[in-house]
């Protein structure tokens, strides 16, 4: 957790995903990690998460600075994953 010169909270960290789909008529399994940012009040919740357990996260890419073809995954709701 840091703290913008403005005092607003920040938790930062890597979500995996994996997951199958359909292609072109094949199952094909999708797998990556992307950077990961919560700002303000969801900070504190995504701090305290469990490595491991599954969530499902809501949110937008952006880039990580303005000058950066990298994108960061912008959280702005993290739910309990559905079984």
Known sequence: MRYTPAGI????GKL?????????????LVE?????????EISGRFNQLELGEIFQFHGFLARKNRN???LVFHITEITAAQS
Do not use: M
């Not at 995996?16 to 072109?24: D, L």
């Open 9 to 12: 909270p920040i938790a930062s």
């Open 16 to 28: 995996q995903h994996a997951s199958k789909v359909v292609e072109a008529g094949v199952e094909r």
């Open 32 to 40: 990556f990690e992307v950077a990961a940012l919560a700002a303000g």
């Open 68 to 70: 950066s073809k990298s």
